[in-house]
């Protein structure tokens, strides 16, 4: 009977398993080139760390602050959304500060979505949307991106949802969407077009949406990010959500965001007052500072929302460089710091590996092994049905520092040579 | 056009928009004394947390992490634990229970302990399982276990009169063995232990972990043992790890805090130790949850513990001077509130102390057939009006029980000394306003 005992509780049954857990362990190893995992190995700009020492040095700054979010950041944040959305921001009700994007979602789904829920997640998508999801007891419901064109050069604009086939996913059941742009892994920005007929079909059979945008401000040229939020009819239904770690390359702050009206805010507000209670405040207070210091720079390019931008823009075009000189076809992101690539086209031969896992999951670890590079297998990113059509793609990460990227692209013009 | 909405959509609309979870766990005392507190208090001894500052080793730390060459160490550590953390935390908490920890299977880092509770509760309480709960208990319980599915089943420690001429202590709050006994019952999946207890200070003696400890071996149930005080004790008493007794590691979860550990309650670091098999769940909850902790914080405390492990049992100790300074301001604050007619009980631990306000009630008339338990009136009454913010005890029990002892409140002593004198000079000058014509 003990064993049965200390079993796990039904709501976590087979959601164990996470394809971090299994590619931060094999690609911890300094001898491999990291493209892997989503973090920046640039620095955070100083100015942010100044604020953090700062903030620490402040004695009742080291203790509790306000639950739902340090007052100085949520008035920060209201500031820079109410310009962004053209829209008064509540920043006591409108507002939930939560231990990143990460705890946002979770905190939104489970305020908001029960037993008994759908809801549609675009494929391929953020790991943990799924597991949330079924973690608070719904069913989750795929769409794929569909790729659509003939041109050499692949862009992520031309991974496009297929209206008729989004409709048909939508039903009584359906609680909610997540949207997730600019998305990761592809590196899509919604268009307004696209947005407006997922915003129609949300209205249509009121529905809510989940819009994940921690890229946010990494949008390249010729292209806009658009807040669905700011869609008519869609702020009574859209929780927003954003994050420290992207916006200011300080993934390890763990600091994010729900911006939304306050009748589903509350709800949120209520899941954090009895997960976590309460965020750091040295953190939350540095983050404040630092809103405060871009906010009154808004108007210039100096701006960090769009200077960073502007940084990894050219480290998109030079990842998307190496890869084509390697002989392979990358989709040319249009936001985000992810670039996905065919790898097929290598005709690799993992026949003879013996493990019952996706092409793309033992194409990284072989890559890993012999080419002392990491990268992240896109079948993570997708349900059971299409893991198929993506199985042949991975993701590589391109906030690196200029280093790493000369080490990648020595792995990458060495590429058909023989590895001891 | 709403008459031309199906009735699928139109019932999908007439439901509520949040999750039934939710159901019965939106009030929270907190949000509404924290409040108050911040529009009226001039002394404040409500909320648990110091107004002093974390030892100067600990913020040193934190500035050597934060602006060090490694800003590495501004990204994602490991989700489970900043391997320097885990490494010192599996070290000194291995001395302590006599035992090898693995760092990576027997310890876990989470958001404060607050969100190792959570963790504990949706990893291991399903639907229809009952929890024991020991009242007055730290008001999260109720909610995390109700929001897991679970019932929470609650047990009173009772006040035993004191000797004659004597002040209650925090001992004299006791389980009845029979009473406890008769909670547990098949459905039982677990029991919440809080030693030493927020918010009465009680430190649960051998005996009576032993008392426990026999009723969840004979009924295989699980400890969830909140242990974030552990530090905090007085007057030569010993904590007491129910980890460590007999037949328990295997089914005990055990969790601490930096907040109090370190005086450092807005860093939210926390972890928990216990068996890989219990563990292990944890870490679901945790990867599906909030995934990592910050990773800063982690390190500074990590270099804490180092320090300490150096220390350890040694006067220069934090452990040992932190518990000492807190003994001195307990006691100070039991002289005040004793002066003035306000009984407190003594705690044997944390930095909470509760006292009875019955010679006060003048101030605040009786309403009979409130909703609002009495302590509650009498501490809303007592910070806008004389500026000193506490807790009512009827916080920290469940709905039905609010009322069992509802003339006390707690007071948190950790504070400088002038704050504490500050509280004196506010209840000297109400005790002399009432007892003159």
Known sequence: TMALRHKNTRRIEGLDSNVWVEFTKVAADPSIVNLGQGLPDISPPSYVKEELAKAAAVDRLNQYTRGFGHPSLVKALSQVYERVCGRKIDPLTDILVTVGAYGSLFSTIQALIEEGDEVIIIEPFYDCYEPMVKMAGAKPVFIPLRYKNDGNTASSADWVLDPAELANKFNSKTKAIILNTPHNPIGKVFTREELQVIADLCIKHDTLCISDEVYEWLVYKGNKHVKIATLPGMWERTITIGSAGKTYSVTGWKLGWSIGPQNLIKHLQVVHQNTLYTCPTPLQEALSQAFWIDYKRMDDPDCYFYSLSRELESKRDRMAQLLQEAGLKPVIPDGGYFMIVDVSTLNVDLSDVDEKQPYDYKFVKWMIRSKKLSAIPLSAFCGPETKRQFEKYIRFCFIKKDSTLDAAEGILKNWNKQTA | ?437
């Open chain 2, 1 to 437: 056009r709403t008459h031309f909405l199906s009735l699928s959509l139109q019932a999908k609309m007439s439901r509520p928009v949040q999750a039934r979870r939710l159901e019965g766990t939106d009030k929270n005392i907190w949000v509404e004394f924290v409040k108050l507190a911040a529009t009226y208090s001039k002394v404040n001894l409500g909320q648990g947390f110091p107004d002093f500052p974390p030892p100067d080793f600990l913020k040193e730390s934190f500035v050597r992490a934060l602006s060090g060459e490694n800003y590495m160490l501004h990204q994602y550590t490991r989700a489970f634990g900043h391997p320097p953390l885990v490494k010192i935390l599996a070290q000194f908490f291995g001395k302590l229970l006599g035992r090898d920890l693995d760092p990576m299977t027997n310890v876990m880092v989470t958001v404060g302990a607050y969100q190792a509770l959570f963790c504990c509760f949706q990893a291991l309480v399903d639907k229809g399982d009952e929890v024991i709960i020991i009242e007055p208990f730290f008001d999260c319980y109720e909610p995390m276990v109700k929001m897991a599915g679970g019932t929470p089943v609650f047990v009173p420690l009772r006040l035993k009169a004191p000797k004659d001429g004597k002040l209650m202590s925090s001992a004299d709050w006791q389980l009845d063995p029979a009473e406890l006994a008769s909670k547990f019952s098949e459905r039982t999946k677990a029991i919440v232990l809080n030693s030493p207890n927020n918010p009465l200070g009680k430190v649960f003696s051998r005996e009576e972990l032993e008392l426990i400890a026999d009723l969840c071996v004979k009924h295989d149930v699980l400890c969830i043992s909140d242990e974030v005080y552990e530090w905090l004790v007085y007057d030569g008493k010993e904590h007491i790890r129910i980890a460590s007794l007999r037949g328990m590691w295997d089914r005990t979860v055990t969790i601490g805090s930096a907040g109090k550990t370190f005086s450092a309650t807005g860093w939210k670091v926390g972890w928990t130790v216990g068996p890989n098999r219990l563990l292990q769940h944890l870490r679901t909850v945790h990867q599906n949850s909030v995934y990592h902790c910050a990773t800063i914080a982690q390190e500074a405390v990590a270099q804490g513990f180092q320090r300490e492990l150096e220390l350890y049992g040694k006067p220069d100790s934090y452990f040992v001077q932190l518990p000492k300074e807190l003994q001195q301001k307990r006691d100070w604050l039991v002289q005040s509130l004793d002066a003035v007619g306000m009984k407190p009980i003594i705690p044997e631990g944390t930095y909470f102390l509760v006292a009875d306000i019955s010679k006060f009630k003048s101030d605040v008339p009786d309403v009979p057939d409130s909703d609002e338990p009495y302590d509650s009136r009498f501490a809303k009454w007592m910070v806008k009006n004389k500026g000193l913010a506490a807790i009512p005890l009827s916080a920290f029990y469940s709905g039905a029980h609010k009322n069992s002892y509802n003339h006390f409140i707690r007071f948190c002593f950790a504070k400088e000394e002038a704050t504490l004198k500050a509280a004196n000079d506010i209840l000297q000058k109400w005790e002399r306003e009432k007892t003159s014509p």
